[in-house]
């Protein structure tokens, strides 16, 4: 993150754990993607940004436009996890087909 007008960092895109350091409605955290910074006026000190939030894969499962405190993002390194890799529940009831 860099600064800007005003004081707020600059968020940069990479991915960040969002918990109630960043703001209260991440009473539960959440991981994010980010993929800008918006440029709308806040309070000093927040700031909107363009997300994708992300799974436990890693994979975006919703874009959204969040309202938060740069000061409390934080960065985190998730390594991809190839498809192949994945746990997956076994199928039950799946009938064979022969013939």
């Known amino acids: 993150m860099t600064g ?11 991915v960040y754990l ?3 350091e960043a703001s209260p409605q991440f009473h539960q955290p959440i991981l994010v993607r980010v993929i800008r910074h918006l440029e709308r006026t806040t309070y ?20 959204r436009a969040l309202f938060l405190r740069p000061a409390g993002m934080r960065p985190v390194n998730v390594p991809p996890v190839p498809y192949a890799e994945r746990r997956s529940r076994p ?5 064979s087909v022969t013939g």
């Open 44 to 63: 000093d000190g927040w700031a909107w940004v363009d997300v994708y939030q992300l799974d436990r894969h890693g994979d975006a499962t919703q874009r």
């Open 18 to 20: 969002l918990t109630r």
């Open 91 to 95: 199928r039950s009831g799946v009938a």
């Open 4 to 14: 800007r007008e005003g004081g707020t960092p600059r968020v940069r895109p990479g």
